[in-house]
């Protein structure tokens, strides 16, 4: 999906995100990672897993014992909330947020879930790979691509 980078940081959250007009504004860093996911089709240069961290609610990206970043969730009986996505700054511009993010939707197929996604980084790596978009919570999906402005 091609869009005009304008467009790419427009999202309308749920009420219950908590923003009166039913738009937040997005960090700096939340764009990097957005367009990170629209335009570096890069391999990552070196493997690396992702864990799930239950206890402190995060899918933690390693590689050793060296983190790369993370997505936190807070799960619901019949859904799992992806709040936010990071990377750290020196692993970005390689692909660790679309491998990330991957293999942490990949986990919520296997355990046969559905995710509420909050986090516009997730929402845009789904928007560029539909193939992923049937684990979106029909009754709950969380953050949508705003209409243009």
Known sequence: MNMPNDDRYLFEYPDEAGYPDGSGTLTQDQKVLIDDVYDDHRTPAFAFGVVDNEKEGIYEAFVGD???????Y????????????????????QGIATD????VLDDIRRREMT??????????????????????????????????R
């Open 74 to 93: 807070s799960l619901k009986p019949d859904r799992i909330i992806l709040q936010a996505a990071a990377v750290y700054p020196e692993f970005r511009h």
């Open 66 to 72: 060296r983190s790369l970043g993370g997505i936190t």
């Open 115 to 148: 995710a509420t996604i909050m986090c516009p980084i997730v929402r845009s790596f789904i928007e560029k790979n539909p193939e992923y978009a049937d684990l979106i919570n029909p009754d709950h999906p969380g953050v949508m691509r705003a209409a243009h």
């Open 100 to 103: 990330m993010i991957r293999q």
